[in-house]
């Protein structure tokens, strides 16, 4: 029992019997944070890179100390002395009854318990739930633990309150979810209607399958989340958390089906996992801080992004991000920056190390021209800066002939890019090259292929046989 963590969990059903609802968000808020909301002062990080000592930024330890805290905060905790069973309160399990009321029942036991609580979702069984929130904060520490199947409904007016959110866990502290089964969102039904895949279709929101909201010293671990109706795995606004061992999946053209998407939240450790979707394995947006991912295997999918940051004209922060081992196979990108003009903002000190890249089509990428709308953007003369950026020991082979496409913004041109031990070929014959655009400072260390060269306001570039 010395290595289990207590925990929170609250249900509360969030319901509605109407149909034909349109599809739009009332609970929480849009994923385009501004720096006021949030704790940390973005502004006190420097705006200069050290290339010395193994391409150390000054804040980067802080991601490490922080994260190292979690696991011995909760095993300071009380052990578990009671446990509750879903099926004690009616879940039948058989996938096609309402299982619900029964999951908000159990929540409500578990919430009031004055006693350290494991809350049981049993083997061998499929629950079907319609959109639930499980809200803190409770009397007690509880551990979920799903060893059985979590099936979404796909029933779309099941959703009406709240189109955007299948299951979420808000303001919970110290909690753990885990068991080794699985979370299936139940997308077809949402991916047919997407207006990425029927044209004719009107462009709407689909729900996320798991959201932790506002959640304070937090473990997901050991479980599988599949064919999500559109984002897998969201944490806002989330302080001190360890994601580790999940299996994500979706076919790869269901649409807008993020594995992890980090937003708005400082201090969270995301390892060894493996994804595979239909957009970014792993996605981190603005108001993020402090983010670690280790051990990642992602493919298919559009890669590991940061951002898109800055769209309609927003203010957008992203700091002090290390991915390190990474493999990625068939990805549209490998390592990509996004940022939309007429934003404001910077993403600053972010390290990519490590990574291995098999046959991906755009293998390193700064965009800061990203559009992704049906008309054209218009140009603008504002952008979120992007500094101190490190590439280290990336390597393998590019589907396409654009190894390296570093697409800074005239007006704030890129600051303090570093390629170290950078060699990228062509999958099968071919060269391949470099298109590096107005960037300040940018340092090749060591063996780099294909190489960014500097001129006075562009880098130009070479091929690589």
């Known amino acids: 029992m010395g290595n289990i963590f207590p925990f929170i969990i609250t249900f509360f059903l969030f319901l509605s019997s109407c149909y034909n609802c349109s599809l739009h968000d009332d609970n929480l808020p849009s994923n385009n944070y501004i720096q006021e909301e949030s704790a940390y002062d973005f502004e006190a990080y420097p705006s200069y890179i050290s290339t010395i000592e193994g391409l150390i930024f000054n804040n980067m330890t802080k991601i490490e100390t922080r994260v190292s805290d979690y696991p011995t905060k909760f095993r300071r905790l009380a052990a578990f002395v009671k446990t509750i069973n879903v ?8 996938g096609s009854t309402d299982d619900t009321k029964a999951f908000q029942d159990a929540r409500s036991e578990a919430c009031s318990s004055t006693e350290a609580v494991t809350l049981i979702v049993p083997m061998g069984k ?47 502290q110290d909690l753990m979810l885990e068991g080794g089964k699985i979370i299936n969102g139940n997308g077809n039904v949402w991916w047919k209607n997407s207006c990425k895949i029927d044209k004719s279709k009107p462009c709407k929101d689909a729900p996320t399958a798991l959201t932790l909201y506002k959640c304070k010293n937090l473990v997901v671990k050991d479980l599988k989340i599949q064919h999500a109706q559109q984002i897998h795995v969201s944490f806002q606004k989330c302080t001190n958390v360890q994601a580790s061992s999940l299996s994500i999946s979706a076919p790869e053209e269901s649409p807008n089906t ?58 957008a922060y992203v700091s002090d991000v290390i991915v390190n081992g990474a493999k990625l196979s068939g990805t549209t990108n490998g390592v990509r920056i996004k940022t939309w003009q007429g934003g404001s903002g910077s993403a600053s000190n972010i390290k990519f190390q490590n990574v291995e890249m098999q046959n991906v089509k755009n293998p390193i990428v700064i965009d800061q021209n990203h559009c992704d709308q049906a008309k054209a953007c218009k140009e603008q003369s504002s952008t ?62 060591g063996i780099v292929s294909p190489l960014c060269l500097q001129s006075r306001s562009r880098f130009e570039f070479v091929n690589s046989e």
């Open 87 to 94: 099926q004690n309160f009616g879940a039948i399990g058989d």
């Open 126 to 172: 499929n629950y079907l739930l319609k959109p639930v929130r499980f809200s803190g904060p409770c009397k007690s520490d509880i551990r979920f633990q799903i060893a059985g199947t979590l099936v979404a409904s796909d029933n779309p007016s099941d959703y009406c309150k709240d189109g955007r959110h299948w299951l979420i866990f808000d303001s919970v």
């Open 258 to 315: 993020d594995g992890i998407h980090v937003t708005n939240t400082q201090n969270i450790q995301i390892s060894n996992c493996t994804i595979g979707t239909g957009d970014d394995c792993i996605s981190i947006v603005s108001g993020s801080q402090n983010v670690q991912a280790t051990d990642i295997t992602c493919g298919p999918g559009h890669g590991i992004s940061i951002g898109s940051l800055g769209s309609s004209n927003s203010e």
């Open 384 to 445: 979120v800066q992007v500094k101190n950026v490190v590439y280290q020991n990336i390597h393998e082979t590019s589907a396409s002939n654009v190894a390296i496409n570093l697409d800074c913004s005239k007006s704030y041109p890129c600051q303090g890019i570093v390629l170290q031990n950078v060699n990228i070929v062509r999958e099968g014959n071919g060269s391949v090259k470099a298109v590096c655009n107005n960037i300040v400072n940018l340092e090749n260390l």
